[in-house]
């Protein structure tokens, strides 16, 4: 089993922000996060080593692979969602990068379905990231990540208008009306409650929101030449600071060059050609 121990560089969202200004928590705590590739024996290069906030050892964690690198991380935002749970709430994790498309036997046997994320929580693999993060808040209840209920749902459906769009061939067929009203109404949630879901400090919603809106605008933008429009300036406030604080971790934890930026970009570009195929 081949395993690389990198160094993050711990820039978790546990910030309070007055939309794009930063001002991170001077308690960052460092951790250790290893890569672990079952099955290839090949050993990645040792990035260096981090302390580790808690006495706790490191939770196991099945992410997608790079389609493109062996030995990255993909692009699954459901993975991305949980991996920045664990870091918002200082834990160190393994990361063990499943190829989805040559899907090794052990996998199947813990996750039937063939999906990730997968955790390794008290001995037991728990699939689906609204599971895990769920799981996560009760276990490691600090710092709190819980959304408010009755802010929950918000942004909820931005993701499946994008799809939508995304995969409609009418520019008529108000798809792009439908995501449009989705964000401009997000973009007006900001304006009155933010700069974050639960207000002041960032939640379990924004961490799983940041990723999608990340891969939105990748998405739109490759397949469609479409981007948010300007004038949702509370709305690109907020994705310009989670892109900055949570891609920084991903792009610098894995990846530091600009010749990784464009894998990722290919990457998720053919992540969003395997949805396309799969739901048409
Ligand atoms: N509802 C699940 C969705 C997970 C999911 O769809 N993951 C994709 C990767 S982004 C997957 O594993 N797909 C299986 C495949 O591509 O074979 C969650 O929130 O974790």
Same mark, same amino acid.
């Given at each position: 089993?081949?395993?690389?121990?990198?160094?993050?560089?711990?820039? /978790? #969202?546990?910030?309070?922000?007055?939309?794009?200004? @930063?001002?991170? =928590? $001077?308690? +960052? %705590?460092?951790f250790?996060?290893? *890569?672990?590739?079952p099955?290839?024996?090949?050993?990645?290069?040792?990035?260096?080593?981090?302390?580790?906030?808690?006495?706790?050892?490191?939770?196991?964690?099945?992410?997608?692979?790079?389609?493109?690198?062996?030995?990255?991380?993909?692009?699954?935002?459901?993975?991305?969602?949980?991996?920045?749970?664990?870091?918002?709430?200082?834990?160190?994790?393994?990361?063990?990068?499943?190829?989805?498309?040559?899907?090794?036997?052990?996998?199947?046997?813990?996750?039937?379905?063939?999906?990730?994320?997968?955790?390794?929580?008290?001995?037991?693999?728990?699939?689906?990231?609204?599971?895990?993060?769920? /799981? #996560?808040?009760?276990?490691?209840?600090?710092?709190? @990540?819980?959304? =408010? $209920?009755? +802010? %929950?749902?918000?942004?909820?459906k *931005?993701?499946?208008?994008?799809?939508?769009?995304?995969?409609?061939?009418?520019?008529?067929?108000?798809?792009?009306?439908a995501?449009?009203?989705e964000?401009?109404?997000?973009?007006?949630?900001?304006?009155?409650?933010?700069?974050?879901?639960?207000g002041?400090?960032?939640?379990?919603?924004d961490?799983?929101?940041?990723?999608?809106?990340?891969?939105?605008?990748?998405?739109?933008?490759?397949?469609?030449?479409w981007?948010?429009?300007?004038?949702?300036?509370?709305?690109?406030?907020?994705?310009?600071?989670?892109?900055?604080?949570?891609?920084?971790?991903?792009?610098e934890?894995?990846?530091?060059?600009?010749?990784?930026?464009?894998?990722?970009?290919?990457?998720?570009?053919?992540?969003?050609?395997?949805?396309?195929?799969?739901h048409?």
């Amino acid at each position: 089993m081949s395993t690389a121990k990198i160094t993050p560089s711990a820039t /978790a #969202l546990s910030t309070t922000i007055k939309h794009i200004t @930063l001002h991170p =928590r $001077p308690t +960052r %705590a460092l951790f250790s996060t290893r *890569i672990t590739r079952p099955g290839i024996g090949r050993r990645l290069g040792s990035l260096g080593v981090a302390m580790c906030s808690k006495a706790s050892d490191p939770l196991e964690v099945c992410a997608k692979e790079s389609l493109t690198t062996p030995n990255r991380l993909g692009d699954c935002p459901f993975t991305q969602r949980v991996l920045l749970t664990l870091e918002e709430k200082h834990l160190p994790y393994d990361l063990k990068l499943i190829d989805l498309k040559n899907k090794p036997e052990w996998f199947l046997k813990i996750s039937p379905e063939g999906k990730v994320p997968l955790l390794k929580l008290d001995e037991k693999w728990i699939p689906d990231s609204d599971v895990i993060t769920q /799981a #996560l808040e009760e276990k490691f209840p600090e710092p709190p @990540l819980a959304t =408010r $209920p009755d +802010r %929950a749902s918000v942004g909820s459906k *931005i993701f499946s208008t994008f799809i939508g769009f995304l995969k409609s061939k009418d520019p008529s067929d108000g798809t792009e009306q439908a995501l449009l009203s989705e964000l401009g109404a997000f973009n007006n949630y900001l304006e009155d409650n933010g700069p974050f879901i639960n207000g002041e400090a960032v939640s379990a919603a924004d961490l799983s929101l940041g990723p999608k809106l990340y891969h939105l605008e990748i998405a739109l933008a490759h397949y469609k030449k479409w981007s948010i429009p300007p004038s949702l300036t509370y709305l690109n406030s907020y994705i310009k600071v989670c892109h900055n604080v949570h891609w920084k971790f991903l792009y610098e934890a894995f990846f530091m060059s600009s010749t990784f930026k464009s894998l990722f970009h290919l990457t998720m570009i053919a992540f969003f050609f395997s949805m396309l195929v799969i739901h048409v």
